[in-house]
Structure formats: structure tokens, C-alpha cells
């Protein structure tokens, strides 16, 4: 079956720290691969995707993230976090139309 | 731009009671999706429509039904409520045949149910 895996269920950094955010999934078909942002009492909000080409996207908000078919990952980066960043951050995979969420990583930036 | 609107954006029912959830997609956008989060939980998919067609479903229990309508609305009935139906209720829209399907998710429905 397929699903998706985030390696770190809370996150606490201090302001400027780097972040990487770690997600495996398990599909063998193409995969189209997402990030989403939930912060506090909000909707979900795309951050980044990944369709096909250069395995380094770019998204919002300085975010980036890599995908390694190899690997099966597909993990977030940001080199200096913020405050602001305090959200539950999702990984998600497009399985034939619907996705597959990971179990969320909760990021607390203290500032 | 246009997004996602779901209504109501906050629900209180009782248990045994009906409740039902309103979703209307992004203008042109031809394809909804529902989305169960329980409390702590990541999103689950419940049932998306195509055209005003089921065209996938997931866990979504027997107690739930859900349409699409010609204007592309969609709506969620759900009866005999549970306690654990107590959620946030996600709806997301795409455009069929774009690109690789991108979904963008309304504010949401929060239901609790008492």
C-alpha cells in the first residue's frame, strides 16, 4: 500500500538554525510529491511540488526540497528558519488523484 | 485570485444528528476532493468526484455521502453523527487533465460533535 513517512514528529530549533524535515514514500508509480504548511488553526498550503525535472525544487518562503528517486525521499530544507515558520508541516504524495499524507512534522521556532 | 470556499467554517452538532458540508471549487475547476483531519492527525482522504462523478473513494464511513453538482459544488452529508466524526473537514479542488492534478484546499469545516 502506498504511504508516506516523516521521520520527525516535533522539531524545535532556534531562530536562524537550518532546517531539514525528513520524508520517505512508498509508491512505485510516478510520483508527484508535495509539501504542504498547516500553521496554527489554518488550511493546509502548498509549499513546494515536485512533478519531474531537476530534483531540487524551490517554493515558498525560501524553502527547497530534494528529491532522490533512489532513496524514495523527498526532504525539506530551509537554511535559516524564522519564527514565522511555527506550523505542521505535511509531505504528501499524489497516488492516482488523491493524496497521501505523511503524519505531519510539528516545527517550534523559539525566537 | 478565487479559492476554495467551504461552508460552514465552524459546526456543533450532537450525536445521532445530521450534518452537512458545503464545498465550492476554485472557478473552472472540474475535480473536488474531501479530506478528514482528526485531532493530531494528518488528512485522510474520504471520496473525490470528477464531472459530478465518484471517481475515487477512500475511508470515508457508510454513514457519509457526498455529490457533486452541475455548478461543481460539492457536498458532504453525514448522519448519525459520532463523537469521533469530530474533525476538520478539508475540501480541495483541481482541474482535471492540469498540470499532474495540483490541489488547492479550502479554510476547512471544523465539526464537533457533542
Known amino acids: 500500500a502506498q504511504s508516506v513517512s516523516q521521520h520527525n514528529h516535533h522539531v524545535i530549533l532556534s531562530e536562524a538554525a537550518s532546517l531539514e524535515l525528513g520524508c520517505n514514500y512508498s509508491?512505485?508509480?510516478?510520483?508527484?510529491l508535495f509539501w504542504y504548511v498547516q500553521y496554527p488553526g489554518q488550511h493546509l498550503q502548498l509549499l513546494l511540488k515536485y512533478f519531474s525535472g531537476d530534483p531540487l525544487v524551490k517554493g515558498i518562503k525560501g524553502f527547497e526540497a530534494e528529491f532522490i528517486k533512489s532513496k524514495f525521499s523527498f526532504n525539506l530544507r530551509k537554511p535559516s528558519v524564522q519564527w514565522s515558520d511555527t506550523a505542521e508541516y505535511f509531505c504528501?504524495?499524489?497516488?492516482?488523484?488523491?493524496?497521501?499524507f505523511g503524519q505531519g512534522t510539528e516545527l517550534s521556532v523559539k525566537p | 485570485a478565487a479559492g476554495v470556499i467551504q461552508s460552514p467554517r465552524h459546526l456543533i452538532k450532537e450525536k445521532r444528528e445530521t450534518a452537512t458540508l458545503k464545498c465550492y471549487p476554485i472557478?473552472?475547476?472540474?475535480?473536488v476532493y474531501w479530506y478528514q483531519q482528526g485531532p493530531g492527525q494528518d488528512p485522510q482522504f474520504l471520496i473525490s468526484?470528477?464531472?459530478?462523478?465518484?471517481?475515487d473513494k477512500g475511508s470515508i464511513p457508510d454513514r457519509f455521502s457526498a455529490q457533486q453538482f452541475s455548478d461543481y459544488h460539492s457536498e458532504l452529508n453525514m448522519s448519525s453523527l459520532e463523537l469521533g466524526d469530530s474533525a476538520l473537514y478539508f475540501c480541495?479542488?483541481?482541474?482535471?487533465?492540469?498540470?499532474?492534478?495540483?490541489?488547492?484546499f479550502g479554510p476547512g469545516t471544523r465539526l464537533t460533535v457533542t
Open positions: 468526484f470528477y464531472e459530478k462523478m465518484q471517481s
Open positions: 480541495a479542488s483541481s482541474l482535471k487533465g492540469a498540470k499532474q492534478n495540483e490541489q488547492y
Open positions: 509508491y512505485g508509480g510516478t510520483v508527484n
Open positions: 504528501a504524495v499524489n497516488v492516482v488523484g488523491k493524496l497521501i
Open positions: 472557478p473552472r475547476h472540474d475535480t
